[in-house]
C-alpha cells in the first residue's frame, strides 16, 4: 500500500533502503556490545526481543543527521544506540500495556517471558541507553543525554495521553495531535536533533533538524493509524483491525467524530464495547466512506512537507540531505 | 523488636529520626516541584503514591553524606531527590511484579491505577531522576547521573536474580547475598556515593562513602529479610509470612538451606508451592529453630560493622559523620 503518494518514490525509496540497512549494520554491533552489560538473567529475553529486527528508523535519522551537520565518522553512533535502546524499551512496555501477543511476526516479550520479566527488560534497556550516554561524558554526549531524557519523558506522557484517550468516548483531533506528538514526534525529534548535537552542530542547525524529526513523527504516527485500520495483517504482523478491538483514538477516528451527523448513530457506542468480526468490518467501511483515511492522510502529507522544509531552512550536507529527505518518504510511503 | 543490638541506641536513634525528619522536608517539597514536570494524566497516581511517605533513608544518606563531605547548604538537594525518584519508581514496578496489594497500608499504585498505569508511572519516576539532575550539567551532578545510572542497572540486574531465584528450589548464601547487594547495596551506595560526588569530594571519600553505603545495604536487607518472615503485619504493613508465600529466597532462607541435613525433610518441598497458614508458620518455626534467624542478623551486623569502617578511613566532618552513624544503626534497628 502506497500511503502518502510521491513522484520520486521509487530512487528515494531504494535510497533510504540503503540508509536504514547501512544504519542497521553500523548500530546492530553496537547496540550488541551494550546488552552485553545487562546481567545475564535478563540478556536472552533482550536479545530475543532485539532479533525481531525492526526498522532502525531512528538510527538512521541520527546518523544520518549527525552526517547532515557535518560530523566526521562514528560521532553519531553513541546517540543511535541510546535512542533504539529507548525505542526498545517502549515497544516492550507498550506490548504489556496494550496485552499485544505479537510484534513481528513473533512473541512478544510478555507473552514468552511473562509480565515481570518484561517490565525489568524495559527498565534495564532505558537505563542503559543513559549509561552509554554518559560513560565518556564530553559537553555534546551529556547534553544529548539530557535532550534524551526530556524526550523520554514526553513520550510516556504522549502514551499516558494514549491510554486515558483509550477510555473514553470522544476526542478533538487537536487532542489526538497533541498525543501522537508526544507518543511518536518526541523521540524522532530527539533523534534528529541528538544527532545534531553529537555533531557539535550551530543552534539553528540543531533546532532545524529537531523540527524536521517532529513533523516527520506526526507523519509517521498518522500513517501507522491508517495501518492500524486498513493494514494487511500478513505484512504488519498485527491482527485484522487491531486498534478498533482495542478501542485506539487514534486519528481517523478523531476525524470521525468531528463529522459528527455525517456517521451512523450507533458509531459511537462501537468505540466502546468488544466487537465481533463483522463489526469490526462495518467500523472499517464507515471510516473509509466518511473520508477520514483520507484525511489522516493528509494530515501525514502535510507534516511531511513540514519536515522536509526544515530541512531547507539551514545549511546541510547535500548527501546526507537527501538521505534524510529520502528516510522521510520511505517511513510515510511503508505498509508495515 | 530490636533487630540489631546497638549499645548508643536510644540516643543515635533519636538523632537519625530527627536527620530522617529533616531530610523529609528538605527533599519533600523538591520532589513535589519535580513531580510537576510530569504529565497531567500521570500526576494524581503519582501524588498519591508519594502520599504514602517511606522513610526517606536514601535522601537522609545524600544529605548527610554531602554535608560529611563538606557541601555547604543544599549541594546535596538534587542528589536526595533523583535517589528518592528511582527508589520509588523501583517500588512501584516491584510492586506490580510480585503482586503486591498493599504498602505503607494503602493500596499499591497498581492496585488502584492497573498495571498500564503503574507500568509507566514508574518509567515517568525513573526518567525524572536524569531529567532533575542534566537540566544544569555541571561536572558533579553529570557524574551523579553517570553514577545513577550505573547503580540502576545494578539494582534492575539484582531485582532480576532475585525473580529467577523465586522459581528455583535452592540458592547458596553468596548468590543471595550478592543479589540483596544489587537489589539494595547498589541504591544505597549510590546514595551516599553521590552525596560525596555533588559537594566535590575527593576520590577517596567518594570511595570511602560509597563502601559505607554498600555495607549499609546489604545490613538493611538482612533486616528486610528478617522482617519480611517474622515481622509484626500491622506494624510492617504486609501479610504475615508474605516472603514465604512469594517464595522469596531470601536470607534465612539460603541459610537454611545450607544446613542441609539439620531441617526436615518436608522444608523444601514448602518453598515451592503454595502454604496454608499452618505451613507458614511451621516454616517459620523451623527457620527460627535452625538458627537462620540468628544468623542472618549476624550477617546484617558484621556489614553495619563493615558499613560503620568505612566511615573512619577519611576525615569527614565529625557532626554528620555521627548523623551518618546513627542513620545506619538506625534503619538496623527498624521494624517495619
Partial sequence: MTAISSPARRDSALTATESLAQARSV????????VLRLCPTLRPAVCDHLAGGGKFVRAGLVLASAAA?????RAGVVGAVAIELVHNFSLIHDDIIDGDLERRHRPTLWAAHGVGHAIIAGDA????????????????RVRAAGRLAEATQEMIAGQAEDMALELRACLSV??????????????????????????????PTIEALSDFGRHLGIAFQAVDDVLGIWGEPSVTGKPVGNDLRQHKKSLPIAIALARGAALPSGFESMLERELTEAEVAKATLLLEQCGARQETLAIGELQLRAALAALERVPLSPGPRAELAAIARYVTERDR
Same sequence: chains 1, 2.
Fill in 27 to 34: 548500530a546492530t554491533p553496537a547496540i550488541d556490545a551494550a
Fill in 125 to 140: 534497556l532505558a537505563t542503559l541507553a543513559f549509561q552509554v550516554l554518559l560513560e565518556e561524558p564530553t559537553v555534546e
Fill in 174 to 203: 487537536e487532542e489526538c495531535l497533541h498525543m501522537e506528538a508526544g507518543k511518536t514526534g518526541a523521540l524522532l525529534s530527539c533523534a534528529t536533533g541528538i544527532g545534531a548535537i553529537l555533531a557539535g552542530a550551530p543552534e
Fill in 69 to 73: 551537520a557535518g560530523a566526521d565518522g
